[in-house]
């Protein structure tokens, strides 16, 4: 008999998708055991969902004021044939317009947008796939700075057949991208013989939580243009911004310059900076003719439902409950972030300075039993099964250098910020208290039975199904972490 996996295809049944990555195995962590303030205090606390839940209140206000921007009430729902009935891939008009609208106020009026080259996608990850298959073909690759978001292996890679070229970075300059380190990588896949179609750099940056200054994105406009290679730039953070300098588009940025603006594409979303992610909203704005057409067409298996795209056209197009939304949602990250670092500092743990993001870059390097990846993953494990705490790794995030882990702090209310505080002190305390109380012999054979247990666990057979899924875990089937 042909067993069920032979009978799927091999784009279906790879690993290309990356759900068995430590960034992955944590949300599975989550789903068995969610963390509940009344009903499961001692669950797992979410700190690795990217996600906006601090002004939810400002959209709930407007959508009660606004009852006939719903098809679904009695004063909107004269527009329910117009909406429901077919419309065509170009999305509608007004949602167009609206959008564009707003990408222009989330960048401080600086620049515009045409809502001719708007072209929608199923979420920012349905459009990078998108812009991937515009401009690349199976085997060519684009170069990505690291630390780099885990699910663009997925989300660029896994169906498009592109490849990624890590560009590496350090924390020695803040892990800024470097025009020596773009080069080094180029002039490496060229010798791999390797067609390098792109360059794709997220701005602000997801997991830094810092924003590109001017000079670094006119050094990459440069670097991609003497190659003539594509700029792909993820701008879905771009209203996230919450203290210090503003952020600086690459839409500014070719106003400014001499360069072949066919080159340039934007990715964008409502995910993050309206905290929309289930109306699955992303965006490819291009400035070259040839992909926006060639979009449109892709864009026939990913589009906004039109439900979606009206409810938002008319909210989109509120000038003054935008830029009240903005500006508050901005005050609000500043006062989270500014709670948690310093609730981080008090037990002496440092995070990379941003402001910008859902999330800061956590330095545990000085927590480790040893400065490897095998040391993250064992204190990343411990941090999992006893902290309870869903944090990511930073190799899940390629970086370079173990003891870094990304933690998000926007997705959740006050009170389970200080219960995840509480833990992160409760355990450094211990941690110190356990390493000065303990004989050497003893904290040798410590450590070395806390790795092997850890290798024993990865091998265990028949997770449980997790009661609610993640929408990145479709699958819970690797047993690489169980939460207690």
Avoid at 14 to 21: A, D, I, K, L, T
Avoid at 108 to 135: H, K, Q, S, W, Y
Avoid at 308 to 321: I, V
Wanted: aromatic share 10%; glycine share 8%.
């Amino acid at each position: 008999m042909v067993s069920g996996g032979q009978l799927l295809s091999k784009i279906a049944t790879n690993e290309g998708h990356g759900e068995n990555s430590p960034y992955f195995d944590g949300w599975k962590a989550y789903d068995r055991n969610p963390f509940h303030p009344t009903d499961n205090p001692d669950g797992v606390i979410q700190m690795g969902l990217a996600e906006n839940q601090l002004s939810f209140d400002l959209i709930r206000d407007w959508i009660k004021q606004n009852p006939e921007a719903s098809i679904c009430t009695v004063d909107g729902v004269h527009k329910f044939k117009d909406t429901a009935n077919f419309q065509d891939y170009h999305g509608l008009p007004e949602f167009r317009k609206a959008i564009a609208k707003f990408m222009g106020m989330v960048r401080g009026g600086r620049v515009t947008f045409d809502p001719d080259r708007v072209v929608m996608g199923g979420g920012a990850t349905g459009a990078n796939e998108l812009i991937m298959f515009c401009l690349a073909d199976h085997g060519d690759a684009f170069l990505v700075p690291t630390p780099y978001y885990p699910a663009f292996d997925r989300d660029l890679t896994w169906r498009t057949g592109v490849q990624i070229i890590p560009v590496d970075s350090c924390s020695s300059n803040k892990f800024q991208v470097t025009k020596n380190a773009l080069e080094a990588a180029y002039d490496r896949a060229q010798g791999a013989g390797i067609n390098v179609k792109g360059l794709i750099i997220a701005n602000p940056s997801n997991p830094l939580g810092t924003v590109l200054e001017r000079e670094t994105l006119k050094d990459l406009v440069s670097f991609i243009n003497e190659r003539n290679i594509h700029l792909v730039v993820d701008e879905i953070y771009a209203a996230t911004i919450f203290s210090s300098s503003s952020f600086i588009s690459v839409a500014e940025i070719i106003e400014e310059m001499d360069c072949n603006r066919n080159l340039i594409h934007i990715v964008y979303s409502l995910s993050k900076d309206m905290g929309l992610p289930g109306f699955r909203v992303g965006i490819v704005y291009s400035y070259n003719d040839e992909v926006v057409r060639c979009g449109r067409k892709m864009s026939s298996f990913g589009l906004v439902s039109s439900q979606t795209q009206y409810l938002l056209a008319r909210m989109l197009s509120d000038e003054e409950f935008v830029k009240n939304f903005l500006a508050e949602s901005s005050r609000r990250l500043n006062k989270r972030h500014s709670m948690f670092t310093k609730g981080l500092e008090q037990v002496r743990i440092n995070c990379l300075k941003g402001n910008a993001g859902l999330y800061v870059w956590m330095d545990l390097h000085h927590l480790l039993k040893e400065p490897t990846f095998d040391g993250e993953m064992t204190l990343w494990r411990v941090i999992i099964d006893q902290v309870r705490l869903n944090v990511s790794p930073g190799c899940s995030f390629h970086c370079k250098e173990p003891g870094w882990f990304r933690v998000c702090f926007a997705n959740m209310d006050d009170q389970t910020v200080e219960a995840a505080l509480k833990r992160i002190r409760a355990f450094v305390c211990k941690g110190k208290e356990d390493h000065q109380e303990m004989p050497t012999k003893n904290k040798q054979r410590w450590q070395r039975n806390l790795r092997l247990s850890f290798s024993a666990r990865r091998f265990e057979e028949g997770v449980k199904s997790p009661h609610v899924m993640s929408p990145h875990s479709p699958i819970p089937h690797s047993p690489l972490v169980r939460a207690k």
